[in-house]
Structure formats: structure tokens, C-alpha cells
């Protein structure tokens, strides 16, 4: 309770000093360069002047909070990527050579190609069906929120609540975890899910798809009700049946907004960290790059290989990137 | 709208969609019953039966020779196999090789030619002609059908003993400074990319953007470095509260300016110019003007920044650290998955603790969430 009064007063010290860094620097700046009350030329002067200083008071808070915490880091990683595990001698390309040759990392980069293979394409195709058939269906409302519900639950949540799905016991005995309780019931044998090889990638995948299938929905919905009426219409007078219309009308003026649901889904998995450490820790060949990189760093306390994989990670980013900024450029040149 | 709505496929449409609700709510239902299930009989039966009562197969001793009382020239020991919990028994035996030999309520020969007798209720009597002896009593096997037990001592156990409560608190602090931070940072900086002329404002909109999606990792090693370099010379641990509060307030900046700025570059230019032809500061429209009408778009923010920041793992273990006092209610999940593993009726509750809060918002403000998500994807051509 002390350490929760703690930080409420924390908190509201930080918002006031806040509020007051924009308060007093728009007031000081008014102070120096004054308009208001003075002649013609020097007001226009001072009020020239203020305005090409006022943006930079306002943003300047956010661009060193962005420069300290995002930019810094992204060549603080390139150094550290460069240097032994304490980051004192400088040992070159070692770590990417180390790296390459890791067994354990190969295993993280094939793990990550099937994750980035199969959840943002199941998890885009279940979202688009469910969209697409809750639209059309008095009760949708509420059958979305249900199936949108899961992305407000913690990765480590999500974790606990299919591990208990996967929970195996001792054949003979009552399965209690509703997976190996399904397949007792049609007459299978009861595996332990999350330690079979290659296999348990897709039910550690499984979970992501239950998170992010939700975020789809949403987003493709909505882009879906944006479809004009009128191509529809046209379709439907000139004879088009409901798959027709769904997959030669809707579907290629939504591609846009597909395939931003796609790259979003792309991005969490390649950070996906949680999920892995908390259903295997990699064990059981499941290992991927971001738990790797977390267990470099933080058990085996070598910041060297630890930045590597950090960098593997952004390479693969990258693209991504590119792709946003041209994307948001065009949109935002609209304004 | 395409297909008729009497047309025998919107059954099929119908049917689907509430298989796939049933689908995805299962796991969370499954969840939050298991966490009211009383432990024994969640460890011995699956969640789906808690309605129906379980049966359990155990064994009971009874007392020693040194309980027998004389009665009616019999001697006799006598008791409640069930030992005041409820149930039915259904049969019972003395001997592990069938221990389901008798039905409930006959009477059986023991070998010592005493007399047993197990009622429904789990009472049972043991007679015989002559005195009993040996310390060692009659063991008693029994079938017992339990009734459903619903319980919220998993509960109380968890955060009791096993530390929730401090990290439930932990979590709290940790996201409720990291929510409003970002916020008051981010609405000035998107007020002057939405409506201050500035040379380099296209250059800077693009950075935020391409920063958006920076992975997480690519910082934590050099601000960990860093954090340990500034508490180093200002004598404090590099670990703690205000440093997470920051990097929570870095990392959430990107998205926050972005979809601030959108949404304040969509408002009517008519009412900030005509504030400004009245003379009004930009101090003055951002405070008086922008910040109210940006509401829903604050809103918005605080609901994703919340959730990021009460769910996240990464950035309070690595930043606040992984000991106990420090633990927050994710990362005193994992602890638990790895040190309770099997223990269900701990794990079922603890997860049930830390997700209660985030679901609580989502219903509540589902409305913001799904309209700061559309505004938040950047859109494509």
C-alpha cells in the first residue's frame, strides 16, 4: 500500500512537473520574445521568431524521450554487437560467426519462419471469415466481442489458460487438460503436446492465433462495412452468388487493409518472447530468436551474442519499416 | 446483404460463427471454473464435469483397538469414514486387492472375525464377541461420489501465499505512471506534427512512424547498460520504478504521437484558425481546444498503453527485476509455472488474478480499444 501511495505521488509529481515544463517554456518564450502591446515590425519580429521556437518546446520532451529509448539503442545494439560479453574489447564479426554456426539459433530462425508462415496467415483468414460472417448475423455484436476478448489477456495469461488445455497425464489415469481428454474420448492415445518436436511449434502458435485473430476481426470489419454499396449491388444484378461477391468483389478492394493486419501480425511474432518462455523456455526444440535473445542476455549474461540476435531480429524488421513509412506518407501528404 | 437471409446457407453461417465463439471461449471458461473448483477435485477430474459430482476411490483407517467401546456385551469401534466432508458412498472392502467388494450399507465378515458395517453416509461400525486388540486399525476402502465443491480458498490461498497480492499492487504501480506519462508527452509533440509549420515535420512524421514498429529488443541491452551507468552515479540502484515508467513511456511514444497526430490533423481547421486570429497562443488552443476535442483519441491511447503495460513481461523483468518484492503479477506467473507446475488449482487462480483487471477494461471501454485500433494500423494504399 506504502509503495502504491508511493507512486500515486510520483506520478502526480511527474504529471505536474510536466505540465509545468510546457507551461512555464511557452510562458518564458512569450516573455522574451513579446508581441503582444509592442510596434508594427518588432512584434512581427518576435512573433516570427517565437514561432519557429514553439514547435521544438513542444515536441521536445517526446524527441528525447524517443532518442534516449529507440534511436540511441538501435546503434548502442550495433556496438554492443561488435564487442565481447562484457562490451570492453572489440572482437568484430565473431558473434554473427558464433551465431551462424549455433545450433540452437538455426533452430530459432526455422521455428520463426514457421511462426511468421502460419499465425499471421491463420490468424488474418480467421479474423476475415469471422468479420465477414458476424456482419451478416443479428447476434455478431456480441460473437465479436467474445472472439476479440482474448487480446486484452496477458501473453503469460494466455500461456497458463492452453497449457492447462495441454495439460497430459500418465495414460490410465483421468485426463484432466481438454485436449488429451478429446482424444481419449475418440479413442487416441494422450500425448504430451508441448514437448513433441516440430509439433509443439504449432500449439505454442495456437495461442498467438487465439490472441491475434480478434485484432483482425476488428480491423477487417471495419473495412469490409467501408466496401461502396454500389459494387455490391452491381454484383448482385448482374447474377453473382454470396462466394462470387466474397472473393471477386470484397476481397480485392480490402487487400490493403489485409495486408496491413498481416505485416502488424508479422511484427508481434517476430518479437514473441512470452509465449515460448512461459510454455517451454525453448526446451523441446521450440526455441525463437526474441527467447534466445532474452536467455543470452540474461542467463548467460553475454550482451555480445545478445545484441547479435537483437539485430537479426530488426534486420527482419526492416522491410516492414520500409513499407510503413512509404505507406504512411502517401496518407498523411493526403492532409 | 448478399445472401438472402432465409437462404439455408445463413444457417450454416450461423452454426459456424457460434462454433467458433464456443471455440475461443472455452480455453478462458475452462479457466476461471477450474480456479473455483475445490483442488482435489480439480486435480483428479476435468473441468467440464464440475457440475456433476466425482467419484473418488481412496482408503480410511480406522482407530485402534484402544477406541473400542463395550456395548451390549459386543465391543465395538465405531465412526465416519467421510470424516464430516460430503459424499455418497457407493461400496466399499477391506482388502486393496477389491476394494470395491461390498455395496454401501451390508455388513461384511473381516478375517479376524469381527463384523464391519459401512452405511451410505460413511458411517461404519466394527464389532466383535470379544475384545479387539492391536494398535493398528482396520483399513476401510471405499468408492465415494463427491458432490461438486465450488470453493474460492484457491484464491485466498494465492494471495495469501503465494505473493499475488504485493504484485498485483507491483503491477499497478508499474502501469498506471507508464499509461499517463506517454500521454501528456505525446499530446504536445502530436499537436505541433499536426498543426505547427516547421522545417523537417514531413522527416520527423516518417521517423515516428518507422519507429512504430522498432522491435522491443533492439533497446534492452543498451538502456539496461545505461540505466546502470546514471543510477551508478547518482548513487541508486539502476533498477526500479522510475526506470520502467520511462522505458514503458519510450516505447509507448511512437504509437501515442501517431495516433494523436491523425487524429488531431482531422480536426477543423475553421476553429484553431479563427482561435488564433483571436488572438488565443498555441499554448492556449492546445489546452483549451485540442485537448478536450482529442478525447476519444486519448482515450483511446490510455486503454492500449494500459493493457500493454499491465500484460507486459519483457520490459518489468528486465527493468524492475525478478525478485520477489519486484515481481509483477506476469512475471510472478511465470515463477509459479516453473516452481507450481502441477499445482492447477495455484495456477488456475493466479491467472485468473492477473487477467481479471485488463478484461475488466476491455468490456468496459471496448468501444475506445476498437476504435484506437483502426486509427492505430497503418492504413495501406
Redesign the interface.
Known sequence: ?Q??F???V??AL??LA??AY??LS?LLL?RIFPS?NRSGPEASRNLRIA??I???L??G???I??G???????F??L??SLHDRN?TTFVGLENFRWLFQDGEFRQSIFNNFLWLLVVPALSTF?GL??AA?????AW?GF?K?????????????A???????Y?YRGEGS?????LN?LVVYFGGEPQAWISLPFWNNFFLMAILI?IQ?G?AM??LS?ALRGIPEET?EAA?IDGAN?FQ??FKIMIPQI???????WT?IT?LV??V??IV??MTNGQWQSQVL?NL??SW??RGSD?GR??A???V??VL?IP??YW??R??????GG? | MIASTRSPLMWLVHLTVAALVILWTIPTAGLLISSLRDKDQLASSGWWTALSSSTQSTVFRAPGAEAQVEKDGRFVISGNILQGQGGKISAFGFNSRDPGAFEAGTSTTLPGNETLTVAEDGAFEISSPTAMEGNRGQRIFYTVAVPPRFTLDNYREVLRAEGLAASFINSLTVAIPATIIPILIAAFAAYALAWMPFPGRALLAAVIVGLLVVPLQMSLIPLLKMYNTVGGLLGVPGKGYVGVWLAHTGFGLPLAIYLLRNYMAGLPREIIESARVDGASDFEIFVKIILPLSFPALASFAIFQFLWTWNDLLVAMVFLGTGNDELVLTGRLVNLLGSRGGNWEILTASAFITIIVPLFVFFALQRFLVRGLLAGSVKGG
Open positions: 500500500m509503495q502504491l508511493a507512486a500515486i510520483t506520478m511527474g504529471v510536466c505540465a510546457f507551461y511557452n512569450d503582444k514561432g519557429a514553439r514547435p521544438w513542444f515536441l520532451p517526446a524527441l524521450a524517443l534516449l529509448f529507440l534511436v540511441y539503442p538501435v548502442g545494439t556496438w554492443y562490451g480467421f471469415i469471422i460472417m458476424t456482419d451478416r448475423i455478431g460473437a466481442t467474445l472472439i476479440f476478448m482474448p487480446m486484452a489477456i496477458s501473453f503469460v495469461g500461456s497458463v489458460i492452453w497449457k492447462f488445455i495439460d483421468e485426463q484432466i487438460g481438454l481428454a487465439w485473430t485484432f476488428v480491423i471495419a455490391v448482385v454470396g461477391i466474397f487487400w490493403g487493409t489485409i495486408a496491413v493486419v502488424t511484427i517476430l518479437k518472447f512470452d518462455l512461459a526474441a535473445m532474452f542476455m540474461f550482451n545478445g545484441a540476435i537483437a539485430l531480429i530488426m524488421v516492414i519499416i510503413n513509412i505507406n504512411a506518407r502517401r496518407e498523411m492532409r
